[in-house]
């Protein structure tokens, strides 16, 4: 089973920054397919928090704009999404999300983002 983890979400500072990884198998870790994120906040829907595709084919959802940074490293399979100035409103669980040249999507577990002071 093809599974893709998120990690790296946790208790933030507001104006402060986190780090989240998605790792995957190499099989999925293609360049022309579409890596993002995704996320839910409470009583909210999913959306849309960026995407990259073929490295530097980015785009970014309106309220993370200029904050958030998606980004791949290649040697380690791994997609990333440097989060700053964050804020409350930031608060969700954050999903990972890969669709192949097939149309194949996957999803990760999710992993919990919580901005407070």
């Known amino acids: 089973q093809v599974q893709v983890v998120e990690s790296g979400g946790g208790l933030g500072q507001p104006g402060g920054s986190l780090r989240l990884s998605c790792v995957m198998p190499?099989?999925?870790?293609?360049?022309?397919?579409?890596m993002g994120w995704y996320r839910q906040g409470p009583g909210k829907r999913r959306e849309l928090v960026a995407w990259?595709?073929?490295?530097?084919?980015?785009t970014y959802g309106d309220s993370v704009k200029g904050r958030f940074t998606i980004f791949r490293d290649i040697t380690k399979n791994t997609m990333y999404l440097e989060m700053n100035s964050l804020k409350p409103e930031d608060t969700g669980v954050y999903y990972c999300?890969?669709?192949?040249?097939?149309?194949?999507?996957?999803w990760g577990q999710g992993t919990q983002v919580t901005v407070s002071s």
């Open positions: 999300n890969v669709i192949n040249t097939q149309s194949e999507e996957y």
């Open positions: 190499g099989s999925l870790f293609r360049h022309n397919n579409v």
């Open positions: 990259i595709k073929g490295g530097s084919d980015l």
